[in-house]
């Protein structure tokens, strides 16, 4: 069985920085989409960014510029990483990863358990 477990989440002033890590484990044959969402106090859940195994990255007009998804070469961690965070960035933020995993041989659509990010003015 794959999961996934967040962190990096916290405290941290306007214009600070913090980077999220979305590490998965279990039997694990690739990861095939990764992307980042954040809910909102009284909020819809969000997409903030989101990126394919060789695809494109996008990423929302509210974070573009600023935040950086990456899941480096021979690492399954998947990264955001969050610069120049403004007080509107406070949210809860979760993974979500496509992944394909051995025994059984299955694609699974798999979920953080979401980190808090709290951007203070």
């Known amino acids: 069985q794959v999961q996934l477990a967040e962190s990096g989440g916290g405290l941290v002033q306007a214009g600070g920085s913090l980077r999220l890590s979305c590490t998965p484990s279990?039997?694990?044959?690739?990861?095939?989409?990764m992307a980042w969402y954040r809910q909102a106090p009284g909020k819809e859940r969000e997409l903030v960014a989101s990126?394919?195994?060789?695809?494109?990255?996008e990423y929302s007009d509210a974070v573009k510029g600023r935040f950086t998804i990456s899941r480096p070469i021979g690492d399954n961690t998947v990264y955001l990483q969050m610069n120049d965070l403004k007080p509107e960035d406070t949210a809860v933020y979760y993974c979500?990863?496509?992944?394909?995993?051995?025994?059984?041989?299955?694609?699974?659509?798999?979920w953080g358990q979401g980190t808090l990010v709290t951007v203070s003015s």
């Open positions: 279990g039997s694990i044959f690739s990861i095939h989409t």
């Open positions: 990126a394919r195994s060789f695809g494109s990255i």
């Open positions: 979500n990863l496509g992944i394909i995993s051995h025994n059984p041989y299955k694609y699974n659509d798999l």
